[in-house]
Each structure stands twice: as C-alpha cells, then as structure tokens.
C-alpha cells in the first residue's frame, strides 16, 4: 500500500468526459478528486437535500435528519473506512454526498410513487437520477450544445454508482443506476482501463464503501431519531413484530434465531440503555455515545474483515469489502427496528399517501401543460423531446428536483386547491 493513495489511481480513473485546461497559477492546487468533491458540495442539487425527506419531513421537528444531514453523516463515515484501507478518501466522500442526489420529494415514498408513473420512459430510481444529475441535469460543463453535467472524473463517476447496470439486468430485481438514454455516458465511465478492468455489474472499492457508510449511517441514526422523536423504546421491542418487518423489507430468508441472535449482541454494546429515554442531556449524551460505538463497531469489523481476505490495494477494481455476516444481520434488524416504529406507523401510512397523490398530480399536470409550466431548463428539454416518453422523462426531471415544500407548493398552485 502506497503512502499516497491518489498514486493508486491512473490517468484512465482520473479523466473527464471533455477535458480541462489547467487552472490558474495561483490558484490553490487540488487533486482532481478535491475538485470532484467540491463541484458536488456547490452544486445546487446538494442544498436541495435540506428539504428533502429522510424518514419523516424536515419540517415536522428540529432534530431529525434530512437527506443533507444523512449524506453529510454518510460522507464522513465513507471518508474514514476510505482513509483506513487506504484507498482515496475524496472519491468516496464525494460519492457519499452525491448519493442521494436523484431522491425526489417525500424520500423512498416519493420514488415509488415517480417509478409508477414513468413506466412509458423506462421507470424511476433515485440512482439513476444521481447519475443523470451529475452527467447532464446539474449544469457546469458543455460539450458543445450539450450539458455534461458536473464533469466529474471516471473513478468519481463510478464510485457514485451504487448499481452499475440499466433496468432489468442486474442483480436487483428493481434498483439499477442508469437509463436508457444515459447509456453513453455509464459505458464511458464502466470503461475498462488499462490495469483496472470494470466487471459487469461489479461496484468498484469506492462505490462499496460509500454503499455500507450508506446502510451503516441510515440504520444507526434512523433508530437515533426514532427514539428522540418518542417512537420507539429501546428498552421494550416487541421482537416478533420486528422480525416479520425486517423479513417483509430487508431479509425475507432470515430465521429468528439469527435475528435474536443479533439482537442479543447489540444488547451488550456496553451503551446500549438500560432504562426509557427521558429526553435529558444525559440520555442525549448516552444516545450518542451508542451511535458512534455502533457506527464503530461495524465499520471496523468490516475493515478488519476485508483486510484479512487480502493484500489490497483496496482502491476501484482491485479489491472488495468484506461484510461479515454478523455485521449484515446486526444493520439490518436495527433497519428493521426503525421501519417497524417509524416509517410503517399509522399516522405515517395517511400522510405518506397524500405525497404519492402530490407527485402522481404533479407528473399529470405538467405534461398537460407543457413547457408553460416547467422551469426554464426543463422547459428547453421539453422542446428539444423527440417524443412523448421523452417529454415525460422532462416531466419527471423536474418533478425529482422539487423538495418537499416546493412540490406541495407547485401542486397548490397547479390545482387552485
């Protein structure tokens, strides 16, 4: 392993889809990879994230997380585990920020409501919608006529592509990371290499750190919100109910023994609680505590895991993670715990209806209407449609970028109502 993990990565992984001249000077110098990261930051689809859903909205309480918060909780995880393998930490802190960038309004809620609706232009899945934000929708770069997005390097590209495979061919029944029409830009950037070969539909390293920070960041601080917002009680679950919903959304294979089991040794986490949360600075402080011991926990036992499987160079092609089966049954019965307390409760299921209702309006009006009522760049995208599928992907775009009180606002408007 190299003392400098940026000399792992080849001019292949560091090329842009149109080359830049040099900066000036006398500006800062930067690794390509510093650059990547700081065009993902600035970008306007990154600010959109604080009125983004994350479990509930971010206007029902001052505590709980957004998709900003979360990316920025995941970046930091991803961007540690990168540092201790020794691969590039910016290429996978700039994927854990970049990665729920295509989440449309009102969270997985809304994604399924938007994949229901643009069957006719090849459905909707939020990493897809990463990719074609970063390549085309977030605007910085031309090629010509033609916006190329961010024009982020190759290994940044690929690191932020959780599924690299269009719809239908990959090894999810339902998730993929591109569409039909992007196709160009995912084949250049899943590239071979002259020493780094892109398997078919294999993540690189990069892609799979941000994906565990991903899964690690969301099941620790899922439940940390949970409890904070009183929904549920760490000292009292009913572990039936919450194993028939961790086999409904997670692991429809798992047996109770192994989920008992997983949650037995999360119990003596010396920071689990052992009384009620009271909402106290000391149960804040103890809560906290247990976040960070959880996080620790599993990304270490990852780290320890993929080092003893081999050599390395942990970095693109070269290497995978190694997730230990206790660490995949462990994530997700607390995935399972917070679904069965949060994002499943009663008064969750009314609300989380009316924004499907939201979405599925909007997509309706707008391509009623037409290019009147879309934004400007959405509105050239709509003239420039070969046709209705590609008018309704337009359609879709700009529906994605809303957050939650703009598309709650733009359908008041829409509907007089």
Avoid at 186 to 196: E, I, K, N, T, V
Avoid at 272 to 277: E, K, N
Avoid at 343 to 368: F, G, H, K, S, Y
Avoid at 404 to 409: L, N, T
């Amino acid at each position: 392993m190299t003392a400098d993990p940026s000399d792992r990565y080849d001019a292949h992984a560091r090329e842009r889809v149109v080359e830049e001249p040099p900066k000036r000077v006398d500006a800062p110098v930067r690794t390509p990879f510093e650059r990547d990261r700081a065009r993902v930051v600035h970008a306007a689809s990154s600010r959109r994230l604080a009125a983004k859903t994350q479990v509930v909205g971010p206007q029902s309480d001052d505590f709980v997380r957004n998709r900003l918060t979360h990316s920025l909780e995941v970046a930091q995880v991803a961007r540690d585990l990168s540092r201790a393998l020794g691969s590039q930490p910016d290429i996978a802190e700039t994927a854990a920020l970049a990665h729920d960038l295509g989440h449309p309004p009102f969270g997985h809620n809304g994604e399924r409501a938007l994949a229901e609706v643009s069957e006719a232009c090849g459905g909707f899945e939020g990493n897809a919608q990463t990719l074609r934000l970063l390549t085309r929708l977030e605007a910085k770069t031309f090629d010509g006529d033609r916006s190329v997005g961010l024009n982020l390097t190759r290994a940044t590209l690929d690191a932020c592509t959780k599924y690299p495979w269009a719809r239908g061919e990959g090894l999810h029944p339902v998730k993929f990371g591109v569409y039909d029409d992007d196709r160009p830009v995912f084949d250049w950037l899943r590239a071979p290499g002259p020493h780094q070969p892109a398997p078919v539909h294999r993540q690189c390293l990069e892609a799979q750190v941000m994906d565990l920070a991903d899964d690690v960041a969301y099941s620790v601080h899922d439940v940390e919100d949970g409890v904070v917002a009183g929904r549920l009680d760490l000292t009292r679950l009913d572990r039936a109910a919450v194993w028939d919903t961790t086999r409904a959304w997670y692991l429809p294979d798992a047996h109770d023994d192994d989920l008992d089991g997983a949650l037995d040794a999360l119990l003596a986490v010396d920071s689990w609680p052992g009384a009620s949360y009271d909402g106290s600075r000391r149960h804040l402080a103890a809560l906290k505590n247990l976040t960070s011991d959880l996080i620790g926990r599993f990304c270490g036992d990852v780290q320890q895991a993929t080092f003893a499987a081999g050599d390395g160079p942990f970095v693109r092609f070269e290497a995978d993670l190694v997730l230990p089966d206790r660490t995949l049954l462990e994530i997700a019965v607390l995935k399972g715990i917070a679904a069965h307390y949060v994002m499943q409760a009663a008064d969750r299921m009314a609300v989380m209806e009316r924004q499907r209702e939201i979405l599925t309006d909007l997509v309706a009006l707008l391509c009623d209407r037409g290019p009147d009522a879309l934004d400007r760049q959405y509105a050239d995208d709509w003239r420039a449609a070969a046709d209705d599928a590609a008018r309704l992907r337009v359609v879709v775009d700009q529906v994605a970028a809303l957050t939650d009180a703009s598309a709650v606002a733009r359908h008041t408007r829409l509907t007089g109502s």
